[in-house]
């Protein structure tokens, strides 16, 4: 059974890991995946940055992606420990042209503390 949670409405249609872009979208960023490769999270700019995240398990592992957009701290989101299922977010920061978004996805299993990081993504705006 997949779990879903809107956080916000997304200008974009999800299936599944990848992301399909809406007709007003100006950039897709791609994905950043978590260092075990089982959850991966992925951005769409518009006027502002959509963020997905997606955890293709619900085995005790707490999916986290981590956000930078310009020169705000960096923020997170999860989609709850070992929920598996998908994440849709949009933070409440409008993104103006020339903006730089930066995003990478952890795992943490939340019965042994291991933390599993991918690499950071970067998309201008």
Excluded at 15 to 36: E, K, N, Q
Excluded at 97 to 112: E, L, R
Aim: net charge positive; aromatic share 12%.
């Amino acid at each position: 059974m997949r779990k879903r949670i809107s956080v916000a409405i997304a200008a974009a249609a999800v299936v599944g890991a990848i992301l399909y872009p809406s007709a007003a979208s100006a950039y897709y960023g791609g994905t950043a995946y978590s260092g075990d490769g089982s959850a991966w999270g992925s951005v769409e700019v518009t006027s502002a940055a959509t963020f997905t995240l997606q955890d293709s398990h619900a085995d005790g592992r707490g999916p986290i992606l981590y956000y930078k957009i310009g020169s705000t701290p960096w923020g997170s989101f999860s989609n709850g420990k070992g929920a598996g299922g998908q994440v849709v977010y949009t933070p409440s920061i409008v993104v103006s042209p020339g903006k730089v978004i930066s995003w990478y996805v952890c795992n943490v299993n939340t019965q042994t503390g291991y933390r599993s990081c991918g690499s950071t993504k970067t998309i201008t705006a």
